[in-house]
């Protein structure tokens, strides 16, 4: 069974897959100072409680925080004996290569969301990710990753406002029935979610002159279903896309190194 490990900002994600099916998904609020250790404590917990075995024979790790890789590596190779391919690392072949500016580097969440957007809906793809930036990442017709767009975060401006502000509270994100506010938490969340909604519409659009051809757009993340509500922003939203790309790309690899 392969171990599947999104490691964000945010959140931090760890799903079993069969060979046909994810068997269980379990979130945790990253944490760089965790150890191997006490990843497989809460691990093994886990498990025991859906009564999966530890059979796991494999992993592949997508982390936006460089410093927890080595911690997930012991993790991987201590207690279920075996080496993770790492997204981003020079051992771990992507289907197509981005193309973009030589020398940079595109975050690993972005290249599995390429790849699992490509695989379900083709090329010609927008894929907004809602986590703790709200990304826009552009496809193209082949399926390689041709640059984007970075954006702060819900959860980060509402923060941000909040700090930034001392005399406003702070507040959850909804969808309003309004967009007029009558009180000061109503009016941070017109202002947010209608913010959200136009900046969305704003850079799609955007996108879309530049490229000079129908793209179409799908959405990931938490918060993605909020801001589809109401709304035709997107043709799907899609709530396991990352961890499809993660096993998407070990299967890549794997029939690689056995060609």
């Given at each position: 069974m392969l171990l599947c490990i999104d490691f964000g900002n945010t959140n931090t994600v760890f799903s079993v897959w069969d060979g046909t099916r994810f068997l269980a998904t379990w979130r945790i609020a990253t944490d760089h100072r965790r150890t191997a250790d006490e990843y497989f404590v809460w691990l093994s917990s886990l498990m025991a409680l859906t009564n999966i075995e530890a059979r796991i024979n494999a992993a592949i790790i997508s982390s936006t925080v460089p410093r927890?890789?080595?911690n997930l590596r012991v993790l991987c190779d201590r207690y279920f004996g075996c080496r993770p391919l790492v997204v981003g690392k020079p051992d771990c072949a992507l289907p197509v290569a981005p193309r973009v500016d030589q020398g940079t580097t595109v975050g690993p969440d972005r290249l599995v969301n390429?790849?699992?957007?490509?695989d379900r809906f083709g090329g010609d793809l927008i894929v907004v990710d809602f986590g703790t930036a709200t990304t826009f990442d552009v496809i193209d017709l082949?399926?390689?990753y041709i640059g984007g767009v970075i954006a702060p975060g819900v959860n980060l401006s509402l923060e941000a406002l909040h700090m930034a502000a001392?005399?406003?509270?702070?507040?959850d994100i909804s969808h309003p029935t309004q967009v007029i506010?009558?009180?000061?938490v109503a009016c941070i969340q017109s202002g947010i979610y209608f913010g959200y909604i136009g900046?969305?519409?704003?850079?799609v659009r955007q996108i879309r002159s530049e490229r000079a051809r129908p793209m179409r757009v799908i959405a990931t993340g938490g918060l993605a279903a909020l801001f589809d509500a109401g709304f035709d922003l997107f043709e799907a939203v899609e709530d396991d896309l990352?961890?499809?790309g993660l096993v998407l790309i070990h299967r890549f690899n794997k029939e690689a190194h056995a060609a």
């Open positions: 927890v890789v080595f390429t790849v699992a957007g490509f082949d399926g390689a001392a005399a406003l509270p702070h507040v506010g009558t009180n000061t900046l969305v519409e704003g850079i990352t961890m499809h």
